[in-house]
């Protein structure tokens, strides 16, 4: 489905495509650039964000943010969305009716914003936009190419805040971010010499 930014927040608003509709306070479109080169996934909006309609502003969104800004970049240079925009209750994994019912609409956002590079973050994010079997243990820091665009699982940072010994690796994977989007940066410069 094709839509301009208008019309998919104005869908996005009004959808009662599946359960969590029923008990979601905003929905949780995404924040950031809407031409941005990284495009961040996570899994879905937990109770802050239900709250105030924006992704990642509680504790794992601040620890993202310092990570972002660890590699020199801020929320006004990427694009942050989920895989489900409205709230699973208890923050539990979107159940797979759910993810589904959402996925049209995370297509809609990345045919929008047309990102170089799409980091996954954690398992749930990774398994939806690239391969249904991914174990984020195994396969993070692993890029992949798919139609022109680098996808980069790595750790959800929920999960860097239940277990500290995750971060070195979620730094080597944030350092190969930044590594890439210069790297894309200068080729597209030389592009247009
Ligand atoms: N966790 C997510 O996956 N997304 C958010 O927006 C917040 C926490």
């Not at 409205?86 to 797979?96: F, G, L």
């Not at 798919?146 to 699982?153: A, D, E, F, M």
């Given at each position: 489905m094709h839509y301009e930014w208008s019309a998919l927040y104005e869908t996005l608003r009004g959808c009662t495509g599946c359960g969590l509709a029923q008990t979601r306070s905003h929905v949780v479109i995404g924040d950031g650039n809407h031409s941005a080169a990284i495009m961040l996934v996570g899994e879905g909006p937990g109770r802050e964000e239900d709250l105030q309609g924006i992704p990642f502003v509680g504790n794992a969104g601040k620890l993202l943010d310092k990570m972002l800004a660890a590699i020199a970049l801020d929320r006004s240079e990427v694009y942050i969305c989920n895989i489900v925009k409205?709230?699973?209750?208890?923050?539990?994994?979107?159940?797979?009716v759910e993810a589904m019912a959402c996925l049209p609409y995370l297509r809609a956002q990345f045919a929008l914003v047309r990102p170089k590079i799409i980091v996954c973050l954690g398992a749930t994010a990774a398994r939806y936009v690239y391969d249904e079997s991914v174990r984020i243990t195994r396969d993070r820091g692993v890029w992949k190419c798919?139609?022109?665009?680098?996808?980069?699982?790595?750790?959800?940072?929920?999960a860097l805040l239940r277990d500290e010994g995750k971060k070195r690796d979620a730094w080597e994977d944030f350092k190969k971010l930044k590594s890439k989007y210069l790297e894309l940066q200068q080729k597209n410069m030389e592009k247009k010499e």
């Open positions: 409205c709230r699973p209750p208890q923050n539990r994994v979107p159940a797979d798919k139609k022109g665009i680098w996808i980069l699982p790595t750790y959800h940072p929920a």
